[in-house]
Every structure is written in structure tokens, then in C-alpha cells.
């Protein structure tokens, strides 16, 4: 259904009226059912100047998006059988108005409490206006041309703030590099080294390929230390936030514990084999629950402890000694005596 | 009448469509051919061909020099020598000669002869060993003479653009590549770092 405001309804009205007068004028034909007279047209043609730019403002993309999916539903459901109406006069809806046997008492408390929900219009008019919040996490991969999920995002953390100012936060890094290089043997030996000096160790290796686990603090000094080693072609880094599984498996391990204290208790209390052997049964699965959890905490303790970062060395070539991947006319590519000579 | 007509048409529609035209000179046989392409060969392996690409607004025959000339000066091609050529059809030419080493040490020669028409921009290229080198470049200009270019228009045509500035290979200065450094000094006896090129224009 498309929106329209009263300035726009009256547009139409507005020109079939300038157009009559002017054609009522120009044939000299007379209407007893018009009153208009020359100033009157020109008054209207004046009214449509000025209107067809307020016009477009109203209509402007900006405020069209102010409302927000949550409001039309709003307004189309609590308009039984008005939707039509509810949406041209969407901008008035907001004031009390009894439409189409609706009552203004129930739209007002539904109002309300979309409000509460919703937020009002004046809030999120702050909420647009106000400067974007910045993510909670930090992230150590700058100008990536690979990212994170959009929900998982980190900002890059400052000189000041590395990342394990993260107190509290679980967050497991993930992050690789493409790296043109010239020798590629010095490159590899090169990244293999690096768990010297950053701590970690080297996860697998292959020709061109370095998998390193590092120690998330060191991340960033290592990428940015890579980057000036060659040329970085694609970068890319990727967080997980695993807080909340952390929490929970910690939650869950405290009560487990507290369980199988328990269940030690009431295996000391045992009077017959039988409810021995039942409190025993219950304690072995307690126990095997328990060491699952273990198992897994220490897992995500060492992912968010170590990232993981890829490094894929290419060598760059005689063909190609510098990369054209920023040159708009990569012709140059294609000539030479390695396009040219035949051996 | 009607069917003179009809050939002018095919033969102009044929002819619109090649970017270029060069028979396989003396002592060289054609390997490949395409629209944006053509490859030869002759028998000590010094290979000849012509790359075409479609040109841009702007894209006179002095910039893509200039362009052409820095990117292979990157790549450690010395500019040894520039002078102008002109295609079969009149288009305007520019013919650059490069000595180049090999990172195993082989010393060759490389000479491009650019063109630039209004649609196409077209390289006629030539390279083999270094010790070849006299005989095939003193036919180069002759082969560029041979070369038909299309693509241009028969106004304010590119075909006509006034030959590039004297150039010199910008040295290598890639602060990241120690190969490039270590190579540079390899080429300079050769040459043209150090020394300019030669300009017959």
C-alpha cells in the first residue's frame, strides 16, 4: 500500500483545478460553476511549486525508514479491516482518533505498550542520531578483506588496549594471512620460527602453508610483524565469543560436583549392596557427565587461549615480481620475455 | 550492384571485427591466432606476438608508454632504446628495446612495440637470447610496418597520437623486495638504470 501525505493528496487537486482555469482561459469558455479568476490560478500554480518539493521531502527514503517493521505491524493489526486507511494515514497515528469503530482507550494502551517494547519515535530518533556504540570486543586484523560475523565482530584493539584486556570475555580468534613473498624456503622457516619468540607451536606445515597456534595476546604483534615481510594479499580474522557455553559448563560442573558429593555421601550411608550398587550407578554417570564437561572446558580454555592463525606464502615470481592485485591496468602481466620467448 | 553492396558489407564487417593482422614474417611460422592474440615462433625459440587489448578514454599512446615502460622497469626490463614506428594502416607506434636477465642468469633481449587506436591498445612483442638479438631486431621495424592495427576513428583518432616523451626505466625501488634489489645490480651492467635510453624520435 503506498504512502501518501495530505500534500501529495492535494497535489491532483491542485492541477485539475490550474489546468481547467487556464483552459477555461485561454477558450474564453465560462462556467457558472467556477468561481476561479486569473489570480486565483495563479495562486494555485504557486501552491504547486511550493508543494511539489515539500512533497518529495515528506516522501524522502530517510523518513520513510523511520518506522521501523515493529510500527507497520502495529499499525496494520490493530486496524481491523483498515489497513488501506491505517497506511495513508500513518503519520496521524500516533494521536487519539476513534477510526473504524476503534475506541481511542485500547489503541492508546496498545500504544503504550508497544512503547515499552518498541521504544517511542523521539528514541529512536536519539538512538539514529546518536554516534554508532562501538562492539565490546577488540579484533587484531586491520584493512581484512575476509571478517568476522557482523554479531561476532571485534573492533581492533589499540596499542593500549590489547586484546586481553578482555577480562571476563571467552573469545576464540581465528585469523589468516596470504602473503606474497620472494623467497618462499626464508618464509616458511621464518613462520615456523615465530612460536620461538610469540610462544605456541607450529599446528601443521606443507609447502606453502603454516598453521600456527598462538597465544591470543601475541596475535596482533605477530600478523602486523608478518605484514612487513611481504606483501600481504588477504588478511582475514574471525572471533568466536564462547563466554556464554564457558559459563554454563562451569555452572553445570559446580552442580555436578555438588551432586556427586552427594551421591559420595549417600554411599557411605548405603546399608545394602542394592542401594550401594544404585548410588553407584548414579555416580558413574554423574562422573562420566563430569568428565565430559571437563573435557570440554578445557578445550575452549585452550582455543581462547591460543588463536589459530594460517599463513599461505605464495613467491612471487620472475613473471610477476610485483603484484598487480592494486593495478587498475594489469596488462603488463601479460608481457615480457616469459610471455614472449619460447623454451 | 545490389550484390557488390552485399560484399562490401561482409567485407567490411569482417575487417571491423579483426583487432589486427600480421602474416608470419620470414623465418617464423604462426602457432596460435585469436582476436586479442597471435603467437609465433621461430626456430632458435625467439618468439614473436601480438597482444591486444581494448583501449580507454585517455588511453593515448603516450600513457600506456609510460605505463608499459615503469611496470617492466619494476620487473627489471632496462629501456635501451625508443623510436617510432608506424603500423601498416598509419597507426602511430612507439618501439621500445629492453635488455633483460633472467633470474638464472641468461641474458635476453625484448623489444615491444606499442600501439594505441582508438578501441585497441596493441603490443607487438619479440624476445629471445641476448647473442639473436642483432638479427631479429633489425626486422622489427619492418614486422611493425607489416602489422595492420584496427579500431580507430576517423576523427580526433588516438591513431594519430603524438609519440611518448623520452622515457628511462624508473629504477626499482621496492623497499619489500630484497630479490628485486639483489637483481638490480645484476642488470645495471647492461644498463639502463644507469644510463638513458637511446631515443631515435
Redesign the interface.
Known amino acids: 500500500m503506498k504512502y501518501r501525505t495530505p500534500a501529495q493528496r492535494a497535489i491532483p487537486a491542485f492541477f485539475l483545478n490550474a489546468v481547467r482555469t487556464l483552459r477555461l482561459r485561454a477558450f474564453g469558455e465560462t462556467n457558472p460553476m467556477m468561481t476561479i479568476t486569473r489570480p486565483s490560478a495563479w495562486i494555485v500554480l504557486a501552491c504547486m511549486l511550493v508543494g511539489l518539493p515539500a512533497c518529495k521531502k515528506s516522501m524522502s527514503p530517510s523518513m520513510a525508514d523511520g518506522y521501523s517493521g515493529a510500527d507497520r505491524g502495529y499499525a496494520e493489526e490493530s486496524m481491523d479491516g483498515g489497513g488501506a486507511y491505517a497506511e495513508d494515514d500513518y503519520e496521524s497515528m500516533d494521536e487519539p482518533m476513534p477510526v473504524m469503530g476503534v475506541s481511542a482507550e485500547p489503541m492508546e494502551a496498545i500504544r503504550s505498550e508497544r512503547r515499552r517494547l518498541f521504544g517511542s519515535r523521539a528514541d529512536k530518533k536519539r538512538a539514529k542520531s546518536a554516534p554508532p556504540s562501538p562492539p565490546a570486543e577488540p579484533s587484531a586484523a586491520p584493512g581484512g578483506s575476509g571478517s568476522a560475523a557482523p554479531d561476532s565482530a571485534k573492533p581492533e584493539p589499540t596499542e593500549e588496549q590489547p586484546p586481553e584486556a578482555d577480562e571476563g570475555r571467552q573469545i576464540i580468534y581465528t585469523a589468516g594471512m596470504r602473503i606474497a613473498v620472494?623467497?618462499l624456503q626464508d618464509a616458511l622457516e621464518t613462520a615456523e620460527a615465530l612460536p620461538e619468540r610469540y610462544g605456541g607451536y607450529v599446528q601443521t606445515m606443507s609447502d606453502s602453508q603454516v598453521v600456527l597456534r598462538i597465544p591470543s595476546k601475541n596475535l596482533r604483534p605477530v600478523m602486523t610483524g608478518l605484514a612487513?615481510y611481504?606483501?600481504v594479499e588477504r588478511r582475514w580474522l574471525q572471533s568466536q565469543d564462547v563466554t556464554a557455553e564457558f559459563t554454563d559448563i562451569e555452572s553445570r560442573l559446580k552442580a555436578l560436583e555438588k551432586t556427586h558429593a552427594q551421591l559420595l555421601e549417600l554411599l557411605g550411608k548405603a546399608r545394602t549392596v542394592e542401594e550401594a550398587l544404585k548410588v553407584r550407578e548414579a555416580l558413574d554417570r554423574v562422573s562420566a557427565e563430569l568428565e565430559v564437561l571437563k573435557g570440554r572446558l578445557r578445550q575452549l580454555s585452550n582455543m581462547t587461549a591460543y588463536s589459530t592463525l594460517t599463513l599461505d606464502f605464495y613467491e612471487?615470481g620472475?613473471h610477476?615480481?610485483?603484484p598487480?592485485s592494486n593495478?587498475p591496468?594489469p596488462?603488463?602481466d601479460?608481457?615480457?620475455?616469459e610471455?614472449?620467448?619460447?623454451? | 550492384m545490389k550484390r557488390f553492396l552485399t560484399i562490401l558489407a561482409i567485407a567490411s564487417t569482417t575487417t571491423a571485427c579483426a583487432t589486427h593482422k600480421l602474416d608470419p614474417p620470414e623465418g617464423f611460422a604462426q602457432v596460435e591466432h585469436s582476436e586479442y592474440a597471435t603467437t609465433m615462433i621461430a626456430p632458435d625459440h625467439v618468439g614473436l606476438n601480438v597482444r591486444v587489448w581494448s583501449n580507454v578514454k585517455g588511453g593515448s599512446l603516450g600513457f600506456w608508454s609510460e605505463d608499459m615502460v615503469n611496470k617492466l622497469g619494476d620487473r627489471g626490463y632496462a629501456l635501451t632504446r625508443q623510436s617510432p614506428v608506424k603500423s601498416k594502416n598509419g597507426v602511430a607506434g612507439t618501439r621500445f628495446d629492453f635488455d633483460y636477465t633472467a633470474p638464472d642468469g641468461a641474458e635476453k633481449f625484448y623489444s615491444a612495440v606499442l600501439f594505441a587506436s582508438d578501441k585497441y591498445r596493441v603490443v607487438l612483442q619479440v624476445a629471445g637470447d641476448a647473442e639473436l638479438g642483432a638479427r631479429y631486431l633489425a626486422q622489427l621495424d619492418g614486422i611493425a610496418g607489416e602489422t595492420k592495427i584496427r579500431g580507430c576513428k576517423l576523427v580526433n583518432s588516438l591513431c594519430k597520437s603524438p609519440q611518448p616523451r623520452p622515457l628511462e626505466v624508473a629504477p626499482a625501488a621496492d623497499s619489500k623486495a630484497p630479490a628485486a634489489a639483489e637483481a638490480a645490480p645484476a642488470k645495471a651492467p647492461q644498463g639502463s638504470a644507469a644510463a638513458p635510453a637511446t631515443t631515435d624520435a
Request: proline letters at 8%; a negative charge.
Open positions: 620472494f623467497n612487513g611481504g606483501n612471487r620472475p610477476n615480481p610485483t598487480s593495478d591496468f596488462w603488463v601479460s608481457l615480457g620475455v610471455d614472449t620467448e619460447w623454451k
